[in-house]
């Protein structure tokens, strides 16, 4: 079962900082989104997505768009796909999902 704790949280900001000359100002700015409350926690996250898809959380993205942040949730669905799920960051409102299947390595 996968732990969703803080640990997990700076985890995914420490993924999403890009180029190590950005990687200290992204990092503040994802923090201090979280702590004034402009970005939900990535446990909300991760259990919605749960809750709607089942499966396991395989990986975790923090994105700094033009419009806002986003979580970006790569999960194995319980009947094997992968999918990639857009989450807004605020909101929890799921934006987009991409899925593609595991059988023979093909895309369906």
Same mark, same amino acid.
Request: net charge negative; charged share 35%; hydrophobic share 35%.
């Given at each position: 079962m996968m732990r969703?704790?803080?640990? %997990?949280?700076?985890v995914a900001l420490l993924l999403a900082a890009g180029p190590a000359a950005q990687a200290g100002d992204d990092h503040e700015r994802?923090?201090?989104?979280?702590?004034?409350? @402009?970005? %939900?926690? %990535?446990?909300?996250i991760v259990e919605s997505a749960k809750q709607r898809f089942?499966?396991?959380?395989?990986?975790?993205?923090?994105?700094?768009?033009?419009d806002g942040f986003q979580y970006e949730l790569k999960l194995i669905a319980p009947d094997g796909r992968i999918l990639k799920l857009d989450y807004?960051?605020?909101?929890?409102?799921l934006l987009r999902s991409r899925g593609r299947h595991q059988?023979?390595?093909?895309? @369906?």
């Open positions: 969703t704790g803080p640990a %997990l949280f700076l994802a923090r201090a989104a979280l702590r004034d409350g @402009r970005i %939900l926690p %990535l446990e909300r089942g499966g396991e959380v395989l990986d975790v993205d923090l994105e700094d768009e033009e807004d960051a605020a909101t929890g409102e059988s023979h390595g093909g895309r @369906r």
